[in-house]
């Protein structure tokens, strides 16, 4: 699987999953390669921040959920369903490949507006390298990250593919908002479905900037 690819699953966002739960931030610059998002280096241990960091714009925070353009069928005992679900488990199945679900708690976005650091990026780009033709699609700036306080997110590369999420202190699962409130226990029967399940603070999506043959930066 290219790993790169598979972490940008929100389609026409420009978003990718920090499936390795990095503890990424805004000026963080990563290398994306076939494999690997690996950062190398936060482009305000080498230029002045201030007056740019506090151009950041945080937005408030917000339930978020992520509904694929393709489908996927999610099942609680209370429902009338083709083979009995317990009532601390939950079912969930993926028709299509490339499919996502996605619910998070308390979703905060926070950006840095390009203008306001377009020049000391080309700059920086042109000294350490980064702007060669064979380089610039792999040095990408972090310029947006999100908060959440709990989430999940589950990812399938290819069809028919399930999963079966359980309590582990055997509460009931009634309802998506049950998913978020107890332990999960995650059991898969593919190696085609990535999951992400966090019950603390962490950071589920970023955004990243990379600079094109123009010498300017934008979205991949």
């Known amino acids: 699987m290219n790993t790169k690819k598979s972490y940008r699953i929100l389609k026409g966002q420009n978003t990718f999953v920090n499936f390795p739960l990095a503890k990424l931030k805004i000026g963080d610059v990563l290398e994306m390669d076939d494999r690997n998002h690996r950062k190398v280096l936060n482009v305000f241990n080498l230029i002045p921040e201030a007056g740019i ?6 937005g408030p ?39 996502v679900y996605c619910k998070l708690d308390n979703l905060q976005h926070t950006s840095l507006p390009l203008g306001y650091i377009e020049e000391e990026l080309v700059r920086l780009w042109e000294k350490k390298g980064y702007d060669k ?18 989430g999940i997110i589950l990812y399938s590369t290819s069809a028919n593919t399930h999963a079966k999420l359980s309590t582990v202190s055997k509460v009931p699962l009634l309802e998506e908002a049950d998913l978020l ?22 950071i589920p999506f970023y955004r990243t900037l990379r600079m094109f043959g123009n010498g300017r930066f934008g979205y991949l």
Do not use: C, W
Not at 65 to 89: A, D, K, R, V
Not at 182 to 201: C, F, G, H, R, W
């Open 133 to 150: 033709a064979g380089k610039r699609k792999h040095f990408h700036f972090v310029s947006e990250v999100f908060h959440a306080n709990s």
């Open 53 to 58: 960091l506090d151009k950041v714009d945080q």
């Open 61 to 99: 925070k917000s339930e978020f959920e992520f509904i694929s353009e393709n489908t996927f069928n999610l099942e609680f005992s209370n429902q009338l369903n083709s083979s009995p679900i317990q009532s601390h488990e939950a079912s969930i199945s993926f028709k299509k490949a490339n499919s």
């Open 181 to 202: 409130k107890a332990e999960l226990d995650i059991k898969t029967n593919s190696d085609k479905l990535m999951k992400l399940y966090v019950q603390e603070a962490f």
